[in-house]
């Protein structure tokens, strides 16, 4: 059964949000939103303004929210776009994405939340894939550190807090801003895909969390757990199936080594997860990529 928790989408606004927000109004489940101050997403209407910087959520949402008689899942999906700018902006980012975000979830739990955090495949150094809960975190980016200090925060104070680790994540929407996105752009113009060569990666569709992300507040998870699609691909035979469901088999697909993309900062080149045991503990099946890629080609037929 559907949890009736209410729940409290901090950063609605943005790609996982916005659809667990959708994901869990479609099924009747309470749910409220927020956006930043700077804009709201389109499609997703009345979020409520939060700046994470400088507001408190208590005092931005209502106390009288929280006094629910169950207790308020509250997710925080608030991140940046791109990682490299965490690097350039150390002092920035760090202040809200790790001092920020920590007070953000002491001020959930002084309020009885139970809070839901969203962190990152990062935290381990690419070295080996498939990672499993277990495996020494071994951050390599500023973005990456940043998500492990609000982990070890969490499990120092708040131990009822859940933290999902994620790896790519990809939608079938064409009007949202993903890498399939891209790569339609570059098949339909006519131009190579570029990919970082040995690149492996556990491609996750949106969907598939914003249902594990509900799962998990029904059965109560606390600590952490990977949520990916046991499907794992190297990043360029990922490109190859996208463009065969293009009907462009032969569309050129290049691989460069990670040190030409000349990322400002590190970045973890194998970097997919093992969820399998989230997916034993909640019976999570996840939407295979072919078939992800299928509703994509759909929905740009559709046009």
Known sequence: MPSEEPFLIIGASGFIGSHLLAHLTAQGIPAVGTRSRS?????????????????????TVGRDFFASPRPVQAVVCAA?????????????????????????????????????????????DGAEGNY??????????????????????????????????????????????????????????????????????????????????????????AGVHHVANPEQFLRADLARLFCRAFGAPDHPVIEKPLAEFRFTDARALKSSLNGSRFARLTSLRHTSMNEVIQRFHARISAR
């Not at 979020?47 to 408190?56: A, E, N, S, V």
């Not at 002092?91 to 962190?119: H, K, Q, W, Y």
């Not at 131009?191 to 029904?218: K, N």
């Open 39 to 59: 804009g709201k997403r389109r499609g997703v209407p009345d979020l409520i303004p939060f700046d994470l910087d400088h507001d408190r959520i208590v005092d």
């Open 80 to 124: 940046v776009d791109n990682m490299d700018w965490c690097f350039r902006e150390r002092e920035t980012s760090r202040r809200i994405f790790v001092n920020r975000t920590c007070r953000l979830m002491d001020d959930l739990v002084s309020v009885g939340a139970r809070p839901t955090f969203l962190s990152t495949c990062f935290v381990f």
């Open 132 to 221: 499993d809960e277990d495996h020494p975190v071994s951050p390599v980016n500023e973005y990456a550190r940043q998500k492990l200090e609000v982990e070890q925060h969490l499990a120092a104070h708040a131990p009822q807090a859940w933290t999902l680790r994620l790896d790519k994540i990809v939608g079938d929407n064409p009007a949202e801003e993903t890498f399939f996105t891209q790569w339609f752009r570059l098949l339909n113009a006519g131009q190579p895909i570029v990919c970082i060569a040995d690149s492996v990666l556990s491609p996750t569709f949106v969907e598939d969390v914003a249902e594990a992300i509900r799962l998990g507040a029904v059965h109560r998870l």
